[in-house]
């Protein structure tokens, strides 16, 4: 995973839990990088695995929920990042591009990123359905990404996850609806 991920995920912790508990994940884990994180380079997965698993014992919250709050933090982050790739858009449009253009302009900045994959069935003009798949399974993490798009986009957007690679699927089924 690139080091962006964990820079970001430390951000979310030091902000939301403060520096002590940052601190305390690291002296938890014993991360092999040292919790030194390049923004371009690669890192285990098993850190951010570690991190949350450890996270979630500190704080008694449940890792998918975890892993759904740093999804909405990074919505947040990323529109910071490049405020130009949500111009003109609408929730959906955004949500319907992330596979054909911000995973496309993604490769070309880290061509050894490892992305999901996106498919889109447009079920109607205030639903879309997303069908994820990823060897890391974080479906959640996809799920707290819609809530940020939600709150950037100032528009309620409800989700249903009938279908999931933690139940042995092999993909996961993102129904939205927006209202």
């Known amino acids: ?10 951000d979310l912790v ?14 938890n884990t014993q991360p092999a990088s040292d919790a030194i994180y390049t923004s371009a380079e690669v890192y285990p997965d098993e850190e951010l695995v570690a991190y949350v698993t450890a996270l979630s014992d500190i704080t008694g919250t449940e890792a998918p929920d975890l892993v759904r709050a740093f999804g909405k933090y990074m919505m947040h982050k990323f529109k910071g990042i490049h405020p130009e790739f949500l111009d003109g858009q609408t929730a959906k449009s955004f949500l319907a591009s992330v596979h054909d253009v911000i995973h496309v302009e993604v490769k070309k900045l880290h061509p050894d990123s490892l992305l999901p994959s996106f498919e889109y069935e447009d079920t109607g003009e205030n639903s879309l359905t997303m069908i994820y798949s990823s060897e890391r399974k974080l479906c959640h993490l996809a799920e707290g990404l819609v809530q940020g798009v939600s709150e950037v986009f100032g528009q309620p957007i409800s989700i249903r996850h009938p279908v999931c690679m933690h139940d042995g699927a092999e993909h996961c089924r993102l129904e939205l609806s927006f209202g």
Request: hydrophobic share 50%; aromatic share 20%; proline share 0%.
């Open 1 to 10: 995973m690139k080091g962006v991920v964990f820079n970001i995920f430390s």
């Open 14 to 27: 030091t902000d939301t839990f403060g520096w002590e508990v940052w601190d305390q994940l690291i002296e």
